[in-house]
T-cell receptor, first 111, second 113 residues
């Protein structure tokens, strides 16, 4: 079983739509959680960290459910510029600093 | 502040050749790591280092060597390139501080023929 599982999509949504991505992780000892964004042929870039209490950054909302080992990302009012691959990333556990990446969920926002 | 710099950006090797992928950072981060990214596989950890003189294996270390003689540099060596090592390689550093998170270099696209 992979450490981090994501629905690969693709998700194709119109501008202005709300879209949600989900992710599950297998190691209950995991301590840090992130969503990264990766544009085509570019490096991953940190979108937001995910905290136990949930957190919001503009149109983006991240949630963490430790009991279910589940992470989500909600994007409201989608923009064309949101088109990218979104990576669920989990860290911690037995090896400090070690990150585990999901395979990514591809999002395309169309006009 | 250049962040994480990787060179070269592109490389074509013949099977059996060796080469070194360079990674340099100017953020004074202790933790550095190398990942490879293959279609449908996500990013997988090759080697990592928690400080100068300290390295350890990740998930897919075979065929690769690393060393960390300085905080700034963390080169990745391919000893005898194989077609299975065709991939995109990313170097990443970790900020343990207030801005906890990873910063990636722009990647090296390697093709082994």
């Amino acid at each position: 079983r992979k450490e981090v599982e994501q629905d690969p999509g693709p998700f194709n949504v119109p501008e202005g739509a709300t879209v949600a991505f989900n992710c599950t992780y297998s190691n209950s000892a995991s301590q840090s959680f992130f969503w990264y964004r990766q544009d085509c042929r570019k490096e991953p870039k940190l979108l937001m960290s995910v905290y136990s209490s949930g957190n919001e950054d503009g149109r983006f909302t991240a949630q963490l459910n430790r009991a279910s080992q589940y992470i989500s990302l909600l994007i409201r009012d989608s923009k064309l510029s949101d088109s990218a691959t979104y990576l669920c990333v989990v860290g911690g556990g037995s090896t400090l600093g070690r990150l585990y990446f999901g395979r990514g969920t591809q999002l395309t926002v169309w006009p | 502040n250049a962040g994480v710099t990787q060179t070269p950006k592109f490389q074509v090797l013949k099977t059996g050749q060796s080469m070194t992928l360079q990674c340099a950072q100017d953020m004074n981060h202790e933790y550095m790591s190398w990942y490879r990214q293959d279609p449908g596989m996500g990013l997988r950890l090759i080697h990592y280092s928690v400080g100068a003189g300290i390295t350890d294996q990740g998930e897919v270390p075979n065929g690769y060597n690393v060393s960390r003689s300085t905080t700034e540099d963390f080169p990745l060596r391919l000893l005898s390139a194989a077609p299975s090592q065709t991939s995109v390689y990313f170097c990443a550093t970790l900020d343990w501080g207030a801005n906890y998170g990873y910063t990636f270099g722009s990647g090296t696209r390697l093709t082994v023929v």
